[in-house]
């Protein structure tokens, strides 16, 4: 009989505004504008981190945007909690204002969240699969639609849940 492997979900971390593991502010995100998250150590106690990660990103935007403009999620990888690629400091901040199209090519693109025409009470989500290829890093936010995101951040997170392969 074949071995099966099943998938667990580990414990979550969430960035958010406040209230979360981890800090970012995207409350009134302009459009073509960016924002980078704080840095997050993935590894448990033992210094091991998943392989596979799961991240959900959910937001609401101010005015409906276009259907099909996106918001680009772009991954900071470190290796040793201190240096990162793109320009990216670790902290909760604005990035790379004027120059995140050309910044951006150093980060690890997670995917992007395709918008519906639809603002502030829609929440729209969107879960992507990835490999983070260092034990640290943090989220980066590019606002790539022609509207801001809503100027609360009731609903804005981003959360990362490992998956870990298991054999029964």
Not at 102 to 119: F, H, S
Not at 150 to 160: F, V, Y
Request: charged share 20%; hydrophobic share 40%; glycine share 10%.
């Amino acid at each position: 009989m074949p071995t099966q492997i099943l998938v667990k979900q580990g414990t979550a971390k969430v960035w958010k505004a406040a209230g979360g593991d981890y800090a970012v502010t995207l409350a009134g995100l302009a459009a073509q504008a960016g924002r980078m998250g704080q840095k997050a150590d993935l590894a448990d106690a033992s210094g091991r981190f998943a392989p596979r990660w799961a991240l959900t990103v959910e937001l609401n935007m101010d005015v409906a945007p276009l259907a099909g403009s996106v918001i680009e999620i772009y991954w900071a990888p470190s290796r040793d909690n201190t240096s990162f690629p793109g320009g990216v400091t670790g902290e909760d901040g604005p990035y790379k204002p004027g120059e995140m199209d050309e910044w951006k090519k150093q980060l690890y693109l997670i995917g992007c969240l395709v918008l519906t025409a639809d603002a502030d009470a829609v929440v729209q989500t969107q879960v992507f699969e990835f490999w983070p290829p260092a034990r640290y890093g943090c989220p980066v936010v590019l606002n790539k639609s022609a509207q801001a995101l809503e100027g609360d951040d009731d609903s804005h997170r981003i959360t990362l849940v490992p998956l870990v392969d298991e054999v029964p």
